[in-house]
């Protein structure tokens, strides 16, 4: 059973001060259901935030890491995330014996804390999580809360060193003149999001230029010219839409900051970035598995590594190449009041980064659970209805073709994208340490 993030808060906030306390506390059979919460829980915080897509994805990360090495000594058989990520060292051993969920639950909170900009909305579902393990005992709780924060304070110290600071001070980017180079698009005109993101310190990469995308095809308004064909095929897309195209357009939109204007006003929508909605379907793979703590801890904290590296190799290229969006080509070429069906995102166009970060991150979740259907529920918050998919490769498959739907991609970013984010999750897949279960999933 799955429970909306309210609901599961309030079902465990009763469970602390309630007979459903196990006498055992450890034995109690809704302990992944805390990951979750606490997951969803950032979620909400950065929605409300508006954090660019890859600002939300280095927060996951970051903070699901302190999260699962703080609770993986609860099982022996889980494997540290220290020596396998960039830069770090082990975390510190506890004082004593501790358990490992509450342990967890404090550093992932810590973490996260520290990384939003309105942490005191994290609070209430903080604390409500944290009373679950109201019924341990005293020096438990204190020997665990003082791991949990230990862990944090290490993992901070780490980012801090990953690049994400110096790229604070940088100068402002400025957009190009020239005739084939990303200029800011309507309604907002928005300047281009996170231009040094590609200088960040990786989580599972090594050398980055590794993961290079192909040249797209040069720029060219020349009837029959490679780049040419591709702007038109986005056009003729659009004006043949079918519902169901239009549906997926709308289910992978996942941008988190949408601008409306009606007449002289303008609002905007907050909504879920592509990389929460990723974490979103980890969840349900978590829950639909029957995942434990430790378990869980470790699926978000590989796939949020696989979508932070993910965002970086993209970001690299789409300030490397500039392209320009479909939107502003076709209005100069093709039609002057053409529309996408999509609000197009403030940053350059190739690599399609729904088309990288998605398929990367299928590759992880396809280690932990094999080509598992699921029904993806993530979107409903935001007023659209369940998907179903055979596996998570199909997801990512639908995903990085729904920004063709959309109108903001053209194909070679998606095809190009797609091969991209697969070398990347399975570099993740490796360095983690996944590849035997993938060997062991798959027929």
């Known amino acids: 059973m799955r429970f909306s993030s309210l609901a599961l808060v309030l079902l465990l906030a009763g469970c602390a001060s309630g007979s459903q306390i196990d006498a055992d506390p450890v034995a109690r059979a809704e302990d992944g259901a805390v990951v979750r919460a606490s997951v969803q829980a950032l979620t909400d915080v950065m929605v409300y935030d508006i954090f660019s897509p890859p600002q939300a994805s280095r927060v996951y990360a970051y903070a699901t890491i302190a999260g699962h090495e703080a609770a993986r000594l609860d099982d022996p058989a889980a494997v540290p995330l220290a020596g396998r990520l960039n830069g770090l060292d082990a975390v510190p051993s506890p004082a004593g014996p501790i358990d490992g969920r509450l342990a967890g639950t404090h550093a ?6 520290a990384m939003v900009f309105s942490a005191e909305r994290l609070a209430p579902a903080r604390d409500s999580l944290l009373a679950t393990f109201d ?12 791991h949990g924060e230990a862990v944090a304070a290490q993992i901070l110290a780490w980012a801090a060193g990953d690049g994400y600071d110096r790229t604070r001070s940088l100068p402002r980017y400025a957009a190009s003149t020239e005739p084939d180079r990303w200029q800011p698009t309507p309604p907002g005109y928005i300047e281009a999001i996170e231009p040094y993101w590609g200088q960040l310190r990786p989580f ?10 192909p040249d797209p095809p040069p720029f060219s308004t020349e009837a029959g010219s490679a780049f040419f064909e591709d702007v038109r095929e986005v056009y003729e897309v659009e004006q043949a839409l079918t519902e ?21 006003l303008s609002y905007a929508a907050k ?15 978590i829950d639909q598995s029957g995942d434990g703590p430790v378990e869980a801890w ?8 696989a979508l932070a590296d993910a965002f970086i190799v993209s970001w690299i290229d789409k300030y490397r190449t500039n392209v320009i969006r479909p939107e502003t080509v076709i209005r100069r070429t093709l039609d002057p009041m053409w529309q996408p069906v999509l609000q197009t995102p403030p940053f350059p166009e190739y690599t399609s980064g729904h088309s990288v970060i998605s398929t990367a991150a299928a590759e992880v979740l396809t280690a932990h659970y094999g080509d598992l259907a699921f029904a993806d529920d993530t979107e409903v918050p935001y007023g659209l209805p369940i998907r ?56």
């Open 204 to 213: 599972v990469l090594g050398d980055v230029a590794e993961y290079q995308a």
């Open 298 to 305: 470790a699926t978000f904290a590989h796939t949020a590594v």
């Open 388 to 443: 179903h998919f055979d596996s998570f490769r199909a997801a990512a498959a639908e995903a990085a073709i729904s920004r063709l739907y959309g109108g903001i991609h053209f194909r070679p970013a998606i095809e190009n994208g797609v091969e991209q984010g697969r070398a990347v999750g399975q570099a993740a897949v490796d360095r983690l340490g996944l590849t035997d279960d993938i060997a062991q999933r798959q027929p």
């Open 108 to 113: 992932f909170f810590r973490v996260a804390d």
């Open 135 to 146: 019924a341990l005992p005293e020096g438990l709780r204190q020997r665990s809360a003082a």
């Open 271 to 285: 909504k879920i970035t592509p990389g929460g909605h990723w974490m979103g379907i980890a969840a349900i793979a």
């Open 244 to 264: 169901e195209e239009r549906a997926i357009a709308a289910f992978w939109d996942c941008n988190p900051f949408v601008l409306y204007e009606e007449g002289h």
